[in-house]
């Protein structure tokens, strides 16, 4: 960990460095928050919380930056929890254990917690800085921003002063964001139905692992793999050929993140074990070969565990593996107007057996109303036909573009004059914040600029080195052009 503050620059990277020691998994963000709020009145800034954990810290103007117009960095406190199978890791106690490879800062098995814990460091670090000119400042970090979106949903309308918004939850350098998807949740419930297992018999657990993962938003446009999906597949050949019957399923761990593993457990007649064995060698050789160019290291395993005593019934098992397997996944339309970019996806992200319940659990995700709303029409489609209770919540807007946006002539004017070349403008497919801030402060001109980070939401997540020196140049150079108050 010492390595990292040796990078440049070196106050970002000695906050990150102590930022790592202090777990934030999204909804348990109290540690973190106590380590800012302490940080923050150590260096005589006024920082103040708000009734849903969102923490403000203002800062005055550099001398003669008094008649700049307000800015406010924003970023959001809390990180995605993803961990390999292998590794040992308790997200709410244990540090993350970041270390330098090669022109990259990644993490050891873990997610890095660079989404967003680069932007909060870059905010604080122009909080600690004595020689960075600015004008009026606010710092706002939100919480909750990868797992409902909580904080922003709770900011309240009379709190902050500023007329300008930079908002540091980007994921690519050179890239200078004026829009981004809305989403909405997707659960459907089954309740199971159970019959005694059959004699002669054996149980087996199945595991599909090795998938890259990754987030929803920012790679669901790869081709990478679902674990769910692949599993679900598999399991309605074993059922046809050899009538398999399960009595668990379970896959993913977070609607935003693409699964990386999953899981079942189920009996089959010991007659037909060896011809089992066989399909799966088929299947898993077919599906490597198919996705050896995005997913090179897929794996599944079968083992022989205790026995069980119970079952799901064929009706309720065809339920669920014909619902999971007819939903849509992945891309479901590019946008028409932005070349390149996603306008409407849906992720399958949780698969989960709780007792007499089986629930799923996805992520919709569309640059507008309607489309979000198409989608989440042939979600309830699947899921009603299949028997499921489903339901939708946790909607949050997209931010709409404006093309007029000063602030992001700003940017684009100050990344011109650093690096000689121009940004792009872009349209993010993945959710920030933005879209919420525009309900309570509808005046704010914003934009959203970061690092280059890969693989967020994956324990492959790692950020470049030479892209957070550029984006730290930017956005100190962004502060000092400022125009003042008309």
Wanted: one cysteine or more; glycine letters at 8%; charged letters at 20%.
């Amino acid at each position: 960990m010492s390595q990292l503050a040796e990078l440049s620059p070196s106050i970002l990277w000695q906050l990150f460095e102590q930022l790592c020691q202090i777990p934030r998994p999204s909804k348990h963000e109290q540690r973190v928050s106590t380590w800012i709020q302490q940080w923050a009145t150590s260096l005589n800034l006024e920082v103040s919380e708000d009734s849903v954990g969102n923490l403000l810290i203002r800062k005055p103007a550099a001398a003669g930056m008094e008649n700049k117009k307000g800015v406010i960095l924003q970023a959001h406190m809390d990180m995605v929890p993803q961990k390999n199978n292998d590794k040992e890791h308790d997200f709410l106690n244990d540090p993350i254990e970041a270390y330098i490879d090669g022109e990259w800062v990644t993490a050891n098995g873990t997610t890095l917690g660079a989404d967003n814990g680069i932007g909060l460091v870059s905010a604080l670090a122009v909080l600690a800085s004595s020689d960075i000119a600015h004008g009026p400042l606010e710092v706002l970090i939100t919480i909750d921003e990868e797992a409902g979106m909580t904080g922003a949903f709770g900011l309240q309308s009379d709190w902050l002063e500023g007329d300008i918004l930079i908002n540091t939850d980007s994921e690519q350098e050179g890239e200078v964001y004026m829009g981004c998807a809305g989403g909405i949740d997707g659960n459907a419930r089954f309740d199971l139905d159970f019959q005694p297992v059959k004699k002669n018999t054996t149980a087996f657990n199945l595991s599909i692992s090795g998938l890259k993962g990754g987030h929803s938003g920012v790679d669901i446009h790869t081709g990478r793999a679902n674990a769910c999906k692949l599993l679900v597949r598999f399991l309605l050949i074993a059922t046809e050929r050899f009538n398999i019957q399960l009595t668990e399923l379970n896959g993913g761990s977070l609607r935003n993140a693409i699964p990386r593993e999953a899981e079942t457990s189920f009996v089959v007649e010991n007659k037909h074990i060896e011809a089992l064995k066989q399909c799966l060698a088929d299947y898993l050789a077919t599906v490597r070969f198919n996705l050896k160019a995005t997913e090179p290291n897929i794996d599944m395993l079968l083992i022989s565990p205790e026995e069980f005593e119970q079952c799901w019934t064929p009706a309720c098992q065809a339920q669920i593996l014909n619902a999971i397997n007819a939903c849509p996944n992945g891309v479901i339309r590019m946008s028409d107007d932005i070349e390149g970019i996603v306008e409407s996806s849906l992720n399958l992200g949780v698969m989960r057996t709780k007792g007499t319940r089986f629930e799923c659990m996805t992520l919709i995700r569309s640059l507008h109303d309607d489309g979000r709303s198409e989608v989440e029409s042939m979600v309830r489609s699947v899921f009603s036909l299949a028997g499921a209770n489903i339901i939708f919540d946790g909607a949050y807007p997209g931010w709409k573009p404006d093309t007029t946006s000063p602030i992001m002539a700003t940017v684009r004017d100050a990344y011109q004059s650093l690096f000689n070349t121009l940004p792009e403008i872009m349209v993010i497919h993945a959710g920030l914040e933005c879209g919420l801030f525009k309900s309570a402060y509808p005046q704010w001109d914003m934009v959203s600029i970061g690092p280059t980070i890969k693989f967020p939401h994956s324990p492959d997540e790692k950020v470049h080195i030479a892209s957070v020196n550029k984006y730290w140049q930017l956005l100190v150079e962004v502060l000092k052009q400022i125009p003042e108050k008309s």
